[in-house]
């Protein structure tokens, strides 16, 4: 039982650039979480699903996109990087309302 | 609009003493609240769920209260220990959407040997 998994670790990207952050979890969770959190900051909510087929958005989407396609993968689609999108991004998962959320490691992206 | 407030400044206390971590909540008052451990680079992780119907609730070392009515909830670590240094966070769920959780800054708690 792995959990919650997130690839890649780091990635440095070029402005305008694309990239795909994946996650997926092992434990039948029907909600997922994307988040960011920039240095010495809260986390904040980019986009949230709660269940394979429907998504929508958090306090931050602008720039990103996400889908759901199955209930164990979760991936975040950045479109155009700029260099405020460089932060650490959490994927959670949680079994539904009022559950507790289980995080991932985190991606780390710079975006020169 | 709802409102977190944590203590904004880091916490230094002695090995052996109780941490108490502050949480306050504003125009609103959230059915349950949720603590969570962060270490440097990593992700949250769970701590404590109390609900507004419960005064205490306690895990091994860990208690956590929740006053409806001062619309505050405290989070105490008792005989702390230097690896119980971390960044604590709260959260409540959102008001009228509780799928999501709104989060604190955190609190930063240093535990001197």
């Known amino acids: 039982n792995a959990g919650v998994t997130q690839t890649p670790k780091f990635r440095i990207l070029k402005i305008g650039q694309s990239m795909t952050l994946q996650c997926t979890q092992d434990?039948?969770?029907?909600?997922m979480y994307w988040y960011r959190q920039d240095p010495g900051m809260g986390l904040k909510l980019i986009y949230y699903s709660v269940g394979a087929g429907i998504t929508d958005k958090g306090e931050v989407p602008n720039g990103y996109n996400v889908s759901r396609s199955t209930t164990e993968d979760f991936p975040l689609r950045l479109e155009l990087a700029a260099p405020s999108q460089t932060s650490v991004y959490f994927c959670?998962?949680?079994?539904?309302?009022?559950?507790?959320?289980?995080f991932g490691p985190g991606t780390r992206l710079l975006v020169l | 609009s709802q409102k977190i407030e944590q203590n904004s400044e880091a916490l230094n206390i002695q090995e052996g003493k109780t941490a108490t971590l502050t949480c306050n909540y504003t125009?609103?008052?959230?059915?349950?609240l949720q603590w969570y451990r962060q270490d440097p680079g990593r992700g949250p992780v769970f701590l404590l769920l109390i609900r507004e119907n419960e005064k205490e609730k306690r895990k091994e070392r860990l208690k956590v209260t929740f006053d409806t009515t001062l619309k505050q909830s405290l989070f105490h670590i008792t005989a702390s220990q230097p690896a119980d240094s971390a960044t604590y966070l709260c959260?409540?769920?959102?008001?009228?959407?509780?799928?999501?959780?709104?989060w604190g800054l955190g609190t930063s708690l240093g535990v001197n040997p």
């Open positions: 959260a409540p769920p959102s008001a009228g959407n509780n799928r999501k959780l709104i």
């Open positions: 125009n609103y008052s959230p059915a349950y």
């Open positions: 959670a998962s949680s079994p539904g309302t009022g559950g507790t959320q289980y």
């Open positions: 434990m039948n969770h029907n909600y």
